[in-house]
């Protein structure tokens, strides 16, 4: 069945640092991809999305570009906040389900 | 305006007993959604409801039982909770007029079970 894999966390970095998040994904046709972030004692909110490939979706200094021959959807940003400290899971949309990741926990320090 | 919301946020009970989450959407939406969150973050659809009608049951047991009196309403009834089911539910929402995959999610109910 479709499944997503996401890098283990908890990634650490200091604040203006780079951020990289891996995403690979296993799905049957074309699916949508998503970032999702969830923000601590709060619910899951749409970060940014990419319906086909090489669509990049960017969202508050986010983007992640849908690369379909290595079946990957990368999520990076130039320059974190402490503001970004949060889970991060990636998503397929296909067959009428979402299915997320396992989750990134990202923590950043001042 | 709160546009998922549900209740309780906390249920704190013992193993054995029967239980209720409710979930409300004040966004027209027409699909709702109930997710569980394991410890380990790791979260996955259990139902599904389109128009009141269910679209979607996972593997979920028997012991779990959606109701959606009316497209802004899905509640998840819980009996003979066990150890197990200790767990972050979330209720989702989504609209077929926009995007089935731009789910908005409540706030979550952390279900504890003793």
């Known amino acids: 069945g479709d499944s997503v894999t996401q890098m283990e966390g908890p990634v650490t970095l200091s604040e203006e640092a780079f951020l990289t998040i891996n995403c690979t994904y296993t799905?049957?046709?074309?699916?949508?991809l998503f970032w999702y972030v969830q923000y601590p004692g709060e619910g899951l909110q749409l970060l940014l999305k990419?319906?086909?490939?090489?669509d990049k979706g960017s969202n508050k200094g986010f983007e992640a570009t849908y690369r379909k021959e290595t079946t990957s959807f990368h999520l990076e940003k130039g320059s974190v906040q402490v503001s970004d400290s949060a889970v991060y899971f990636c998503a397929l949309y296909n067959t009428d389900k979402l299915i997320f990741g396992t989750g990134t926990r990202l923590q950043v320090f001042p | 305006d709160t546009a998922v919301s549900q209740t309780p946020k906390y249920l704190v009970t013992q193993m054995g007993n029967d239980k209720s989450i409710k979930c409300e959407q004040n966004?027209?939406?027409?699909?709702m959604y109930w997710y569980k969150q394991d410890s380990k973050k790791f979260l996955k659809i259990m139902f599904s409801?389109?128009?009141?009608?269910?679209?979607i049951n996972e593997t979920v047991p028997n012991r779990f039982s959606p109701k959606s009196p009316d497209k802004a309403h899905l509640n998840l009834h819980i009996n003979s909770l066990e150890l197990g089911d200790s767990a972050v539910y979330f209720c989702?929402?989504?609209?077929?007029?926009?995007?089935?995959?731009?789910?908005?999610f409540g706030p979550g109910t952390r279900l504890t079970v003793t």
């Open positions: 966004l027209g939406h027409d699909t």
């Open positions: 799905a049957t046709g074309y699916p949508s």
């Open positions: 409801y389109n128009n009141k009608e269910l679209i």
């Open positions: 990419a319906t086909k490939a090489d």
């Open positions: 989702a929402s989504s609209s077929v007029t926009g995007s089935y995959y731009e789910q908005y």
